[in-house]
């Protein structure tokens, strides 16, 4: 098991391809969670660029202290650094990370971007999430999450991970998120990137129901859904690993 938080939040840039992929994680962990996909894209050709939200990998207390401009504003100043020196930047982002994609895909012409376990409707699509999150902020300051373990088989590392690293997410946290989708889904049609989008039917975090929501409304011409049966939110570890893998490699190539 990976216990030292440094390994989990170390950036990484990797390969030397004429065109590089931005990958953006999720809640709770760092760049370690996208570095097994960040590899395959360098044998593909790539450079890959793996970065660390702000707040992230550390206590509850510095994921309360980060907002969603801190977040968005890490993501672009890492694109713009990328788009100096290449051709061509595709956007990779899950779970938070592909909110954040979507984001960037608003303010900037980006050629592509991946889509893995978007959370635009979180746990159910007719949860009233809004006012929960509104109603335990007056009792509560955070809410406990269950830690997953996920096996990473990278050249770097091959053992298992935490997801997430923290045992509780700051409610004010799920308030950023939830001003993020607030602010993304009404212009979803303004996105004219194509666009990857790769979701589990089991999903229990990232409603299924988000996957439908952005294929509906993306403006874009060029849109492929994949959709995995077997595997949870952690898609790029579980046992359909291997299938997003195959699915980006030939949405890139």
Not at 151 to 164: D, F, V
Not at 169 to 189: A, D, G, S, W
Request: charged share 25%; hydrophobic share 40%; net charge positive.
């Amino acid at each position: 098991m990976i216990d030292d938080l440094s390994l989990y939040r170390e950036e990484f840039t990797l390969g030397h391809g004429n065109e590089a992929c931005l990958l953006v994680h999720g809640l709770g962990c760092g760049p370690i969670q996208m570095r097994e996909l960040a590899e395959d894209l360098c044998k593909w050709g790539f450079t890959s660029r793996g970065i660390l939200l702000p707040g992230h990998c550390g206590d509850t207390e510095g994921l309360a202290l980060s907002t969603l401009h801190d977040w968005k504003k890490k993501v672009e100043i890492e694109y713009d650094q990328l788009k100096k020196r290449h051709k061509e930047v595709v956007v990779i982002g899950f779970s938070l990370g592909a909110l954040l994609t979507l984001q960037m895909a608003l303010d900037h012409p980006i050629e592509k971007i991946i889509l893995m376990g978007t959370p635009l409707f979180l746990i159910r699509e007719y949860l009233p999430i809004n006012t929960l999150i509104g109603v335990c902020k007056i009792f509560l300051k955070s809410v406990r999450t269950r830690k997953r373990r996920c096996y990473i088989e990278s050249e770097m590392h091959t053992e298992y991970l935490y997801q997430p690293i923290n045992s509780h997410y700051p409610l004010q946290t799920l308030h950023e998120i939830k001003q993020l989708i607030k602010v993304i889904k009404p212009p979803l049609k303004e996105i004219k990137s194509a666009a990857l989008v790769i979701h589990s039917k089991k999903d229990l975090i990232a409603a299924p129901a988000s996957a439908r929501y952005v294929m509906k409304h993306l403006g874009s011409h060029n849109k492929r859904l994949v959709w995995l049966e077997r595997s949870h939110h952690l898609i790029m570890f579980d046992v359909e690993k291997e299938v997003v893998f195959n699915a980006i490699k030939e949405f890139l190539l």
